[in-house]
């Protein structure tokens, strides 16, 4: 099993669509947990770090479930520019960081 | 604030060839350091990570080494690039306590031909 999985994608969905990003981990030692976007051909950037009491930043909404060793993103009222690859990582003690595979996301006009 | 600078940005390198990737953190002190590779089309495989001068540990056997001669600044290497070795390097800074992230570098985009 891989340390950390996410829904394969991609997604294709329309402007104005919510979407949900799903991401499992093996390690229930993880402590940290964070989404990150990569754009085409662009390094990654952080998008939220998730926090055990779920949070949220405008659109996005990011939510941690400990017992099941999940993680969640939503993404309502989509826009154009919210296309890209979504990454989950896990870390553990601030230096191990393992990085899901990513699901790619577009949103179509 | 922090910022972390990568260089080259591209490059075309034939097989057998010599290759030095550099990547620089300004703004922060002893960082945790980190060299990734990612494919076309696939997910960030890490290659070296650091968390001082000297001290280099390697995730995956491969013809490629590192080396962190100053605080603030990490190098790839190679002795002679194999075809595979094509891909975009991305180098990436931590703090190394717990609860904080990692930022990436613009990255390296390598071909070898």
């Known amino acids: 099993r891989k340390e950390v999985e996410q829904d394969p994608g991609p997604f294709n969905v329309p402007e104005g669509a919510t979407v949900a990003f799903n991401c499992t981990y093996s390690n229930s030692a993880s402590q940290s947990f964070f989404w990150y976007r990569q754009d085409c051909r662009k390094e990654p950037k952080l998008l939220m770090s998730?926090?055990?009491s779920g949070n949220e930043d405008g659109r996005f909404t990011a939510q941690l479930n400990r017992a099941s060793q999940y993680i969640s993103l939503l993404i309502r009222d989509s826009k154009l520019s919210d296309s890209a690859t979504y990454l989950c990582?896990?870390?553990?003690?601030?230096?191990?960081?393992?990085f899901g595979p990513g699901t790619r996301l577009s949103v179509l006009p | 604030s922090q910022t972390i600078h990568q260089w080259p940005a591209t490059l075309v390198q034939p097989v057998g060839s010599p290759l030095s990737l550099e990547c620089t953190v300004e703004g922060t002190s002893n960082p945790n350091l980190y060299w990734y590779r990612q494919a076309a089309g696939r997910g960030l495989q890490l290659l070296f990570y650091s968390v001082g001068i000297g001290q280099i540990s390697s995730e995956v056997p491969q013809n490629l080494s590192a080396s962190r001669p100053q605080d603030r600044q990490f190098i790839l290497s190679s002795k002679k690039l194999l075809l595979s070795d094509s891909g975009f390097y991305l180098c990436?800074?931590?703090?190394?306590?717990?609860?904080?992230?990692?930022?990436f570098g613009p990255g390296t985009r390598l071909l070898v031909l």
């Open positions: 990582v896990v870390s553990s003690y601030g230096q191990n960081f393992v």
């Open positions: 998730v926090y055990s």
């Open positions: 990436a800074w931590s703090l190394g306590t717990a609860w904080e992230t990692q930022y």
